[in-house]
DNA sequence: TTGAAAGCGCTAACAA
DNA sequence: TTGTTAGCGCTTTCAA
């Protein structure tokens, strides 16, 4: 079988119109009971299922979020999409998922796209902060929610984490147990989380006046391997530090691995802690701490947040979510020892 | 702005017909220079989009792909997404993702959307290989490719990693090494993979002439918590093996963090080989073992299928393709000096 | 409670 | 080389 029955078959074999059929497929009542179950029947018979093309033809809305995130294979993104994923079915929407590959380029087609397709609405975690292709989007009164980046040139809705605060409460942990040669490995600072990241580690030294030494301040990237040579350059540095604070998973992952193979004793020699959770965390030993983000939570919230807005177009001010993030105690961080 | 200028407009503002406008935005020539120069420039002067869901009204087509996984959050669907995701945007498809959470139900429903949707093809990772659900797309003329689980109940192009020679290498592996009590965490068995990688195990143990003890046999979800669970049993089980084969990335990392906790020395005192390569494998000590399968590549080759089908209706007989696994060896799986 | 009919924006066959 | 026009399958007035 190849042929899709339509409305119109349904109609004919029901011997009604095609509109008392439309009312019963969209539950819009006022319509006779004896004839509604005539319908039901014929469309069961036929098989037929309503094209959802020629319906958002019509209403002009396809029920679809489009999300595009930077790397679908960084894990925290497939746990945000969960959260979207699971709100967005509960809601009658779909979504259309693309990556970008940290790509501009690929994320201008993208958009591209999903301009063409009528998407709905937009959750997006940009490469590009200044943000002037996704304009566009907004120019069509499509709504967009920025996740974990934020988008700097006009207003959208953004869900982000409070960077400053998590990083903060992670050196602050760090002081709180007597170092005072604390290392950062950053992220790149033309990101918010690269940059915010710096900041709260820049407080919290500030707080408890302990001057930043720039050579405790290492320039990452957020991959692994930046990670690693972040370690490598602080062990051999002058003024070696007694515990390191690391701007993210991956580069949480070339630290570890460069310390074991410097046998520079992780909790004992070097306090740690890592933003992000990352799967290895509670099983190396010691276990890691780390400062951990609701990933679930935000896919919810960013799916919520587009919602609102498709439905009410005009009256909404933006809206700025920061969630904070919770420092995770595990067994990488250490009183100083080396101080006494 | 939120008026979306149609194909009518263009032609207004060029003094052309809507035809000549069609022809162009087609690329199907045979319009004159001076004409195609004025349509463009009214093109991008209204900043015209054209609407795919007019377009897919008339071509009966949507360029979507559907993509069902059962878990987002699981490494490898991600990776072969990726691979689809690549493919498809070569060739000008997109695709819409959704995941089951392993539940029959919403998979149900998803395939109901795909349908209404029109989307032109699906790549599955069915939660459900009997399939008789997804049959309705396949009576709809949709070409389906089925991805690491098989579907029983009718013929779909598939592309399968060969689970038994994956588990059989690993189990020889740890068989040569002089273990005897190796013991297995299983996958659910009325999936193929979880199935099929039990067989494998099976068939190593037979050809070595080691009986199977079923106090060794572990039954598991696939979910990192039965992992965990597997590990502890087989600790405190009369008979505790001295190497352990995961069926899965997942459980193999709650199996990692129990062993941790019972302080139950990996390659020392019990070997270990998990199917699935993960992120921690290079990175805790000692190194883990793993089978490891072409994720990417799987997702490519997935959506050459469908694409072929999409483009060849009829004429193409059931294809079937079978990947061989690598098995590679790092350090958890040690010679069985308990033995000596 | 039901039906007739007007489009939604596009493609493609046909005509000029 | 260009234009006219008939739909694609549905929703939604408006009228009966």
Known sequence: ???KPTIEDVARLANVSIATVSRVINNQGGVRKGTEERIVSAISELGYIRSAVARSMKRKETNTIGIIVP???????????????????EKGYYTILSSTNESQKVEEEIVK????????GVIIT???????????????????????????????DTVLVDNINGSYQAVRQLILQGHEKIAIICGPQNTTPGHERYLGYKKALEEYNIPLDPNLVFQGDFRETSGYKGALHLFYSKNRPTA??????????????ALNELDWKLGEEVSFIGFDDVEIATFIKPKLSVVSRPMTTIGEIAFQLVYDRIHNKESLPKRELLLTPELIIRESCQPNYQKI
């Open 1 to 3: 079988m190849d042929y």
């Open 71 to 89: 790397d679908i294979t960084n894990p925290f993104f497939p746990h945000v999409v969960a959260g979207i994923e699971q709100k967005a079915r």
């Open 113 to 120: 796209i999903f301009l063409e397709r009528g998407v709905d």
């Open 126 to 156: 940009t490469a590009n902060e200044t943000g002037d292709h996704i304009k566009r989007l907004q120019d069509q009164g499509i709504p967009i929610v920025a996740v974990d980046r934020a988008i700097k040139n006009f207003e959208v």
């Open 244 to 257: 390191i604070f690391s701007s993210n998973n991956q580069m949480t992952i070339g630290c570890v691995k």
